[in-house]
C-alpha cells in the first residue's frame, strides 16, 4: 500500500494492541488477515486508538475500521492528524 500515510505513533497503538511483531507490516494489516487481529484483537484495537488519541468511535467507527488506511481515515475525519 505505497499511498497509505504511516503513522509511527497509530502503527505503535496497532503492534500494541494486536502484539504484532516487527516483522509484521501493519501499513498492510487488515481485519482477519492476521491471526492476532480477530473480533476479540478488533476491540482491544478499538480501545487503544480511543485512549491514544481521546476519541469516542461509534458504532459505524468500529465496522469500518477494517484495515489499517482506514485507521488513519477515521482519525482524520475526527480531527486527529497522524503525521509521518
Known amino acids: 500500500m505505497s499511498d497509505t500515510l504511516v503513522s509511527p505513533a497509530l502503527t505503535e497503538v496497532f503492534r500494541q494492541a494486536l502484539s504484532l511483531p516487527e516483522s509484521v507490516d501493519v501499513s498492510a494489516l487488515a481485519y482477519g488477515n492476521h491471526e492476532n487481529w480477530d473480533s476479540v484483537g478488533h ?9 491514544a488519541y481521546g476519541v469516542l468511535l461509534d458504532t459505524d467507527d468500529v465496522i ?6 482506514a485507521a488513519v481515515d477515521l ?10
Open 64 to 69: 469500518g475500521l477494517s484495515d489499517y488506511q
Open 75 to 84: 482519525l482524520g475525519r475526527l480531527g486527529v492528524v497522524c503525521e509521518p
Open 43 to 51: 476491540m482491544i484495537l478499538v480501545a487503544e486508538i480511543e485512549d
